[in-house]
């Protein structure tokens, strides 16, 4: 967690004062402190939790099309799930991030604008975002 200094009449470090708080604008990520009168506070947010999955496949040159049936599965930790499901999806070809209007993404299928190179590793992480 990010904490920001700012000079107030708190604790004192040689000359000046100091007090720690965390960065201001970030109310779902660093929620306030619950109201006293309602734990559990439903007008306070629970911090954000994430889930990543990998997808992972190696290009063969050909296709631009790929399946889970791709998958290498040394380097994946799911297959290609709904992206309805998921908050980001960002797709890495040879480790460079891909704007999202060179691919498409369904349930199970990843279909390419181009075909990579043979050899080319294909990664493919969805990101899911919950509050807890």
Known sequence: MRYYLTKQNSERYG???????????????????????CPPCPCTPGLL???????????????????????VVQFSTSGILDPNTVSIINLFINGIL?????YAVQPGVLILSDV??????LILQFIKITTS
Do not use: H, M, R
Not at 23 to 37: E, K
Not at 116 to 121: E, L, S, T
């Open 15 to 37: 000359n000046s004062s100091y007090l720690i708080i965390p960065p201001l604008g970030c109310p779902d990520i660093f929620p306030g402190q619950p109201c006293p009168t």
């Open 49 to 71: 939790e994430t889930e990543i999955f990998q997808y992972t496949a190696i290009s063969d040159g050909i296709k631009n099309t790929y399946t889970n049936t791709d998958a």
């Open 98 to 102: 891909q704007p999202p209007n060179l």
């Open 116 to 121: 990579p190179i043979q050899g080319v590793p």
